[in-house]
């Protein structure tokens, strides 16, 4: 461990670079009032929960949007963290494999809850497996939009 401390700071590379950021960025935003009123310590610990969530469930997100995510969990109650905590997403990469196997009976669009156009997919045999070969470039897409668009429902 000591090994790699020491090689990552002659390269230059921060261990606890992606801490700091968010705290510098509450000091500056809507929780500046409890910085000042003693509370650092509680806004220290939320912004590393955020960072420690954002850092094991970025892949299930789009790459674009995983900031606004950020900075919208920093902002919500603890309540609604805790539940956040409790849900389940659906992963990119086995969706692929769902749709490359049975996508053209329309199952990875009923699993993303598309059930009109499952049903539509699974009548078509895919589209004439046209459609099913262009979902197999788009569903880990509507996946990680999916999985953001839900939780951002519960954020909101």
Known sequence: ???????????GIKLFSGVRKPVLSLIKGKVGNEIREGRVKMTADRANKVDLYIMANAKYFPPEKVYLLKD????????KFTYLLSVQMKDPGNMLVISILVGEFGVDRFMLGDTALGILKLVTFGGCLIW????LFSVQQRTRERNFNEVVGIIS
């Open 72 to 79: 919208k969990l920093l902002t919500m109650d603890d309540n």
């Open 1 to 11: 461990m000591l090994v790699l401390a020491c090689l990552m700071s002659f390269y």
């Open 132 to 135: 099913w070969l262009i979902d």
